[in-house]
């Protein structure tokens, strides 16, 4: 759309004068900016790769503990939207390290969110009276408004990703928070009990689901990783993902959490996806392997534990030198939800 001119440019100042302390202003010098031919972020793809940053992450656990803290989180801050505590409009991300002995303080929040283990194996979190012990690639998650912490009873530090919605739960000004009056809240049923109940493809015959989130709260990777690699056998390869998974929740065949989508794709040795685009701006983390991602015109070199960013509409294309296994996350739900969501697969 073009600019539109003013019919009376020279009166256009004291026009202006007379809107601005009535609070009006002339929407018809901005439509320009809501009517795009396709979306404008401030998002830019990056990369941070583990190995220059995890001394200063490990750093991090000198200097304050994770009770003191409440979390210790190195936010994933995007370039290009430096300050605002986002990995991408909507999301946040950040990776937490929780030292030996250490317990992240009980609380709930109205924003979701999800964990993805990548460093260590042993520590757990609890959500809402059930208490997991997490491994390297597993999904753990906190819906909104669950009572959860997190304790490291094993002898080496742990460090997950953390995804929440928390900008998008800011632009609708539903942000509440609550600390729980103990350091932890009371476990009410034994580990592992929601898998069984839930994730075994049966459920209790008389279960009616309560909220929009998925009853299962920790999807491990063995299982996960099991899945791709019966599937691989079929060499059915899509040519914009290879093999790709999201993860759901059990009841409804939705996202496991109805503002986070979660996903975990394998793209085999040598195999070069076709250009894709899609409006939900994408974390990845690399789970196994290595590869590059060429991100708009930027090319990204990644391996094991390193986190990346796709923004918006970006055209994206990923190469892998090796088996590669790949956790992405996104507001995809919500733009379904709401009709927005869009993607273009192979003719960027
Ligand atoms: C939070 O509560 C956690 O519970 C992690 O582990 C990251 C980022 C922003 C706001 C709340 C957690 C968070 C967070």
Redesign the pocket.
């Known amino acids: 759309m073009t600019i539109v001119a003013d019919v009376r440019p020279d009166l256009m100042p004291y026009y202006k004068d007379d809107c601005d302390p009535k609070n009006l202003a002339p929407l018809w010098e901005v439509l320009h900016t809501f009517a795009r031919k396709t979306p404008k972020s401030d998002c830019q793809p990056y990369i941070w790769h583990y190995n220059e940053i995890r001394d200063t992450l490990m750093k991090s656990a000198d200097l304050i503990t994770a009770e003191q803290a409440e ?1 210790r ?1 190195l936010i994933l801050e995007n370039p290009g939207m430096r300050g605002r505590y986002r990995v991408t409009t909507s999301l ?1 991300a ?1 990776l ?1 390290l929780i030292m030996p002995g250490e317990i ?1 303080p009980a ?1 709930r ?1 109205t ?1 979701a ?1 999800l964990r993805f283990i990548v460093e260590g194996s042993g520590a757990y979190t609890a959500v809402d009276g059930e208490k997991t012990i997490m491994e390297e690639g597993d999904f753990v998650i ?1 819906p909104s408004w669950t009572w ?1 912490d ?1 304790g490291n009873e094993t002898d080496t530090p742990m460090v997950w990703l ?1 995804g ?1 919605d ?1 900008p998008l739960v800011e632009t609708l000004d539903t942000t509440f928070a609550e600390p729980y009056p103990e350091p932890t809240h009371p476990t009410s049923r034994p580990a592992g009990d929601t898998l069984a109940r839930y994730g075994m493809g049966l459920a209790p015959v008389d279960h009616q689901p309560q909220t929009a989130n998925s009853p299962i709260f920790n999807y491990p990777y063995s299982r996960t990783r099991e899945a791709l690699e019966t599937m691989r056998k079929a060499e059915e390869w899509d040519p914009c993902h290879g093999l790709k998974l999201r993860y759901v929740n059990p009841d409804n065949g939705q996202s496991a959490m109805p503002t986070l989508g979660t996903f975990m794709q394998l793209l085999p040795k040598g195999f070069e996806t076709a250009t894709y685009q899609s409006t939900d701006a994408t974390v990845f983390s690399v789970v196994e392997g290595s590869g590059k991602s060429i991100i708009g015109d930027e090319t990204f070199e990644w391996s094991k534990r390193d986190h990346f960013v796709v923004p918006c509409w970006a055209p994206q294309k990923h190469i892998a030198n090796e088996d590669a296994v790949l956790f992405s996350f996104s507001d995809r739900p919500v733009q379904q939800t709401l009709g927005l969501w869009r993607e273009n697969r192979g003719n960027a």
């Open positions: 979390r989180v946040f950040g937490q992240a609380h929040h924003q969110a906190t959860h997190h953390d929440l928390v």
